[in-house]
Every structure is written in C-alpha cells, then in structure tokens.
C-alpha cells in the first residue's frame, strides 16, 4: 500500500477536476437546480487567513453534497473589489487600486484554489470590472428613472478622515465603520437612494423567509425600525417666533394630559432663527438641555402653556424631530425633569381613540431605516452615470453608452473640497448633454463599495448564458435576454456568510431585488431563500486573527504540512458551524492521524459486490445506516461537526472487522467526499471508479435498520409503580439495576432506605423490595 502523500493526491485531483471541467454549471437538463452562494471577499492585501474559508468550506461541504443528491449546482465565486477597502489599501500602498486588485485577485484565487472547492470559474465576477458595472450602472438609472434616486442637500454623516459620506449602515456608535473616525455631520450635495419606500415590503416579506436564522430577521426588523404612532401640533405662542406649530410625533397618544413640557432637537427649524440664546447648546453631546426662553407651546387636549426646552436626546432626524416630555411614564422625559427641576405630572390616562379626536392627531407610521446616502467622494466606485446639463438639469446617461467608465488616473486620493477626485479631470467631466447637445459635467460622485453586491448573485446567472467574445460572456444588452436564467436559478438557495452583513448587504440586497422584482427583472421577491452564518475563527490566543496581534494563521501553510482535506475537516470539525471559536493547529493533526486510518483502511477491503444489504454483522449494518442518516441530516443542517464525528465512530468500527467488504468501505468514502474531496477520489479510483466520486449518487439509508430495538422499562418500588424509562433491547440483568439505580426518581423514592432486593424480568420490569 502507498504512503498517503496529501501534497501528490491533492494537486493531481485539482488537476483532474479543471481538465474535466466537473464543476462546470451545466444550463437546461432535468435536474432541479441548486444555487449555493458564498458571500464574496474583497480582495485585500493581506489575502486569505484561516479564519476566512470556515464559511467557503460549509458551502463546498453543501453543494457537494446536493450535487451527489442529484441537483443541478450553480456554486460560483467571486470578488468585490470596489469600494473603500480596496482604495484605503491602495493608498496607503502607494499602488493604483486597479493595479492593487488585479494582485490581490489572483492572491485570492491561488489561494482558494489550493483549497479545492467547487467553484465553476467559468463564471467568476470582479465588482470593478468595465462588463460587470455597466449593469451596476444600468439598475440606478432605471431606480433614477423611476424616481427611486434622487440629489439632496441634506446633512449627512461625513467621516473626516476617508473623506467622503456615508450611509447610516456605514456608522457604527456615531463611528465610520472603515476607519473608527469619529463621523461628524455635513450639508453636502449627495445622491440617496429611497430604500424607505421598501421600508414596509422588506419588513413584511420576512415572514417568509423561513431559512434565515431568527436574529438576522430580528435584526432586520429592528433596523427598518416600524413604528406606529401620532403626529400632533402644538401651537406655539411669542411675539418673535415665525413658526406657529410645533409636530411632536408620539406612540403614547394616552399620556397627552401627562405632557409638562416639549422637547426639540438641536437642528430643529425653531432654534435657527433663535440662535442667539441657543447658540450654546450646539456642540455639546449628551443630555444638555437649554430652555427656549419666551417661547411656549400648547397642549390642544387642555389649553395648558407648556416650556419649549431644546435637548440632544431628541435627534433631528427622527420622527418630526420634537417630542412632548411624558416624565410620568417615559423614563428618559423622567431624567431629563429631574436634572431641570421640571414638573411631572401624574395626570390620567385617556383612551386612545378619544384622545386622538381630542388633539386632532394624525396616525402615522415612522420608520428608523433612512434612506440610502449613495454617492461616496472617492475615486475607486463605480461613476454614477448621470450628466448635469446647463439646459435639461440632471440626465441620464442613455444605455448604449454605459459603461461610464472610471477614468485612468494618476491622482485617485480623495480631496477635502467635498468633492471627488474625478472632478479635477476636466477631460472625463465635460461632455455633450445627450438631450440637447449643450454644455454637460459628469457627475463625479461614485457609488458606495456595497452597489455592486447588492444585485452581484444575478451576474453569475448571466455569466452562463450567452456564449459571445471570450472575456465579456454574459454581460450584454438587453436585460431580456437573461430573464428566463433568472427565474430558473433565482432564488439563491443557499447563502453563506458572516453575520456582519446582517443589517447592511442583506438590507441593500434585498432592496435592490425587490426594485428589480417590481420592473418585472426577476421573478421572485426575495434573493435569498436559505442563509446560514458562520462563526468567527479567532487566533489561538483568542483574539481576533490580525496582523496586530501576530496570532494570523495562513491557510496555505497549513494545506502546505497537512494537505487541503485536513484543513477543511479541521475546520467543519472544530465546534458548531455558528459558534466563534479559537485555531488550534495541534487539533489539525488529530483529524490528519483520522484521515490516515481511512486510507489504511484500504488495507482490510475485500473486493466483493456483496452490498450492505447482505452484511453478516448486522450491528456494523445498523451502524451503517445510521451514520448515513445522521451525516444527510446534519449536513442539511449544517451541523458539520457531528457529521465529521459521525464518520469518526463508523470508522472505529470499521476498523474492528478483519475484513471490509468495499462496498462499505465505498459508503465510508462517499460519506466522507463533500468533506475531504482529494483524498475520497484518490481512493475512489483505486476501488476501481472509473469516473469522479463527486458525480456519484449519495448513499441512502434504510429507515428500518436505523431504528434502535429499545423497550420502556417499569420500576416498580414496593409493588407501586414509580418510574419508567427506554432502554435497548437485550439489555443485561446487571445494566438493567443500574441504569435503574441512577435515575433520580428511584433515588427520590428510595432515599437513605435499605433495599432488600432487585427482581428483574427481562424486558419488562424491574421491582425494587425494601420491607
Ligand atoms: C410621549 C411618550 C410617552 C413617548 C411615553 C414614549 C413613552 P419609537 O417606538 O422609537 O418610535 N420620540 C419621538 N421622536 C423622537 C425623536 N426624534 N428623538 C427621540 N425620541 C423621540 O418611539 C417613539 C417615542 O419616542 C415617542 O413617543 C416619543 O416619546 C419619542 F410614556 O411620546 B413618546
Ligand atoms: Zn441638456
């Protein structure tokens, strides 16, 4: 018997599999299809670490495995290569983003492929590529066409040290996500996406999305925020001011009696033309309150003149961005009245609908999620394509001439005018307004990094369809040709991914679905069927893998001393597929010494047809059987780790027999392929398969032969029954007594009394006599 070389068997496999081209989506056929989808890396320069390929693995695991049930799988792979990671790196390598990704992919993809997934390549996508973000392009003019994009010169989140705006998605505790900065508010021209149309289809089309995990739905839900309420007008009263009403928006309509005075946000319109007295509340954060002096407002339910107090615990940009302070029934009102001595009022609570009538309220319904600040000061994003012409105002670029290009540049560093650095090149900016032929500037604001992956799953569709010039497969006008691979493959069946995506690309990505759903693009509503998320893998000192830390373990040494398939095992093995969990390279050789059994297993194989159907040993048969169900159902699951322990106990017993008929050596293979492919066709072959083992049919169990001969045992306890219990069939006098002796229940009954004795009648009962 040969040595198992990992580093022969595995590179000679991947060979095999891209010559034969195994993985290649096959389009048409009568299969049912299978769309498994991994989240897709930026491509950074630090390229891939262990912790990267938990989740890429789970989903090789996955579709292996419904491919050997008999799918039809799409499992593409790809790179999101726009965006602020990509040019923060760039710059701060002095290297041209564009030079900067184009390394960084093929780093990426090296190091994937010594991974050996089943990726069909065939149809790899890159965010930043020309073909790809002409489409990227295409869906924000069609958005702008309906209305759906639209210029504002609102404040915004500005981070000071990307220089550029943000989203609301892209702040996290009031810091930019990329960098920490914290981000400061800006009025700047800006192009927003109205994602709070789709507030409530996004909210109610969670209930069918019944394979996603619960706390990204909840999560989801508290992002969009819903929240049903009152819109009531307090009348304000002094000389001075030209507001007459003050809208407070409230969930507590029944409190309205409770009110002891109003509160309004810092940037509320009434302070801007009362700065002299207020101007000292601007800047300072946390529950600072200042009084609107000689201004009052009143309460439409009792006449009563209320203070007008201005506090930076009401924000601007919520509901109508003023509140009436309940300190009776709302503890933050209660705090504030407490630290400014302003009175609380116990008054009654009125009834809802009355008090409605009664303040002339209007219902409303006010959503947490914002609208979606798309347009970034930043060179490396896709050009949004639109042109401001002297004549016709903002147009859209027509569709025979998208892509608009990201021009070459020398000079891609943002700039601290508020613009973005495109807007210095004169030659790219000006151009001819494609309605009038006058005098237009481009705009030069680009999209945010999460555009392109926000319809990203449908490029890989359109990659398998039309078969034009090499290099541009799959990404020509019009959109008509690719709707019917739409309805076929969509939606995405499986997709795997870390939960940091819970709130941002989900949220982005089903938005722009459902846009897409709506101009009649795609079928469905939802991309996403199934989502499943993995765990973090943290370094062994139990921190966050980093460079900072040097705990960064590369996958590529590990394949390099322990091969692909024990890196993979290790990882599917390493603990629930959810849960984040420390590397431990020591427990990689345990799994390594596992896959070295299998392959001395060859050893005691009998070549014989005989099936597991006729298998003498009818204890390794029921084993059989279970295994095979328990490893379908936790690989449905995604409960890899005990699948992988699964096949640890079958190979125990295995390796008890004297001989091993290959036919169930062949099941213990095929068990194990999904999870360690290069080795399972290494072996398959020298059993004899004349073609890949990742092709053949996945094993199947007898329901009958899984189900463990068991019996309920009766305790009896002084002739009283007491207890009862299942045990297995055939169970010896001995086990019976004290399997029953350890039940609390006997202990409960039998306390610190002397038991006299134990009679057992074999698969029956047992009587335990103290007096
Ligand atoms: C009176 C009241 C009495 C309130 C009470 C609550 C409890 P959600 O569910 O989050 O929508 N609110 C309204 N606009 C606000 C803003 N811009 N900044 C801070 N707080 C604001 O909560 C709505 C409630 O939050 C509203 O109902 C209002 O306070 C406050 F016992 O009005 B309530
Ligand atoms: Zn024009």
Redesign the pocket.
């Known amino acids: 018997m040969k040595k198992y070389d990992h580093k022969k068997i595995e590179k000679k496999w991947r060979k095999y599999w891209a010559d034969k081209k195994i993985y290649k989506t096959k389009e048409g056929g009568k299969k049912p299809k299978c769309f498994v989808l991994d989240m897709f890396p930026y491509p950074s320069g630090e390229g891939l670490h262990v912790g990267h390929p938990r989740g890429y693995i789970a989903a090789d695991v996955y579709s292996r495995f419904k491919r050997m049930n008999g799918f039809n799988i799409l499992h593409p792979m790809g790179f999101d290569s726009f965006g602020l990671p990509a040019e923060n790196y760039a710059i701060k390598n002095k290297i041209h983003p564009e030079i900067a990704v184009k390394n960084n992919v093929k780093k990426f993809k090296k190091q994937l492929e010594l991974i050996g997934f089943d990726y069909d390549w065939s149809r790899e996508i890159i965010t930043s590529d020309p073909n790809f973000y002409k489409w990227t392009q295409w869906i924000f003019l069609k958005m702008f066409e309906k209305g759906l994009a639209y210029e504002s010169y609102e404040p915004i989140n500005f981070c000071p040290s990307c220089l550029t705006g943000l989203a609301n998605e892209d702040v996290e505790d009031g810091k930019c996500e990329r960098c920490a900065t914290p981000v400061v508010k800006k009025p700047m021209r800006q192009w927003v996406l109205k994602i709070t149309d789709y507030a409530e289809k996004m909210l109610e089309d969670l209930k069918e999305l019944k394979g996603w995990p619960e706390h990204i739905k909840e999560a989801q839900r508290n992002w969009i925020?819903k929240?049903e309420?009152v819109e009531i007008s307090f009348k304000v009263k002094s000389q001075k001011s030209k507001v007459d009403d003050i809208k407070?928006?409230?969930?507590?309509v029944d409190?309205i009696f409770g009110?002891t005075y109003l509160v309004i946000?810092p940037e509320h319109p009434l302070i801007q033309e009362k700065t002299p007295s207020t101007s000292d509340v601007d800047g300072k954060r946390g529950e600072m309150g200042v009084e609107l002096k000689g201004v009052k407002a009143v309460n439409p339910a009792n006449g009563e003149e209320l203070p007008v107090w201005v506090a930076d615990?009401?924000?601007?940009?919520?509901?109508?961005?003023?509140?009436?302070?309940?300190p009776a029934?709302?503890e933050?009102?209660f705090e504030f009245a407490k630290k400014y001595n302003l009175p609380i009022s116990n008054a009654a609570l009125v009834d809802k609908d009355e008090a409605i009538k009664k303040v002339n309220g209007k219902k409303k319904i006010?959503y947490?999620l914002k609208d979606w600040v798309f347009s970034r000061q930043r060179y490396w994003g896709e050009p949004i394509p639109l042109i401001h012409c002297e004549n016709c105002g903002v147009v859209a670029v027509p569709e025979k001439d998208l892509p608009v290009k990201l021009p070459k540049v020398k000079f891609y560093e943002p700039t601290d005018t508020g613009e973005s650095p495109l807007a210095k090149i004169d030659k790219w900016v000006n151009v001819k307004c494609p309605k009038c032929g006058g005098k237009g500037k481009r705009e030069t604001n680009t999209m945010p990094q999460w555009a392109g992956s926000s319809w990203y799953c449908l490029a890989y569709i359109m990659r398998g369809i039309s078969n034009p010039p090499a290099g541009r497969a799959g990404f020509q006008f019009p959109i008509s040709k690719y709707k019917k691979a739409f309805q076929h493959w969509m939606p995405v069946d499986m997709y795997v991914g870390g939960t940091e995506h819970a709130t941002r690309h989900l949220i982005y990505a089903r938005f722009w679905h459902k846009f897409l759903y709506d101009i009649g693009i795609v079928g469905g509503k939802e991309p996403f069927a199934g989502l499943k998320n993995q765990g973090l893998i943290l370094g062994n000192d139990g921190r966050k893998m980093s460079k900072r830390w040097g705990n960064v373990v590369n996958p590529d040494d590990v394949v390099k001393e322990y091969g692909a398939d024990s890196l993979r095992l290790y990882e599917m093995f390493m603990g629930p597929f959810d849960q984040m969990i420390p590397w431990d390279t020591r427990n990689i050789v345990g799994v390594k010494r596992f896959l070295e059994r299998v392959w001395k297993l060859q050893s005691k194989v009998i070549k014989s047809v005989k099936s597991i159907k006729s298998q003498e040993n009818s204890k390794l048969e029921s084993l059989l059987h279970k295994t095979i169900k328990k490893i379908t159902e936790d690989i449905e699951n995604f409960h890899f780790n005990t699948a992988v322990s699964a096949l640890m106990i079958l190979l125990n017993e295995m390796e008890k027999e004297d001989s091993l008929d290959a036919e169930n050596y062949k099941l213990l293979i095929k068990l194990l392929s999904p999870f360690a492919p290069h080795i399972a066709e290494e072996l398959w072959s020298e059993l004899g398969g004349k073609k890949t083992i990742h092709l053949e049919k996945w094993p199947e169990f007898d329901v009958s032969k899984t189900i463990e001969n068991s019996f309920k045992l009766v305790v009896q306890i002084d002739g009283k029954k007491r207890d009862f219990f299942e045990v297995p069939a055939g169970i010896s006098e001995d086990e019976a007594k004290d399997l029953t002796l350890k039940r609390a229940n006997v202990k409960k009954w039998v306390g610190d009394k002397r038991i006299e004795k134990i009679i057992y009648a074999p698969n029956k009962i047992i009587n335990i006599v103290m007096r």
């Open positions: 925020g929240s309420g407070v928006f409230t969930t507590r409190t009110v946000a615990y009401v924000l601007a940009d919520y509901g109508t961005g003023a509140i009436m302070a309940v029934h709302d933050r009102d006010n947490k």
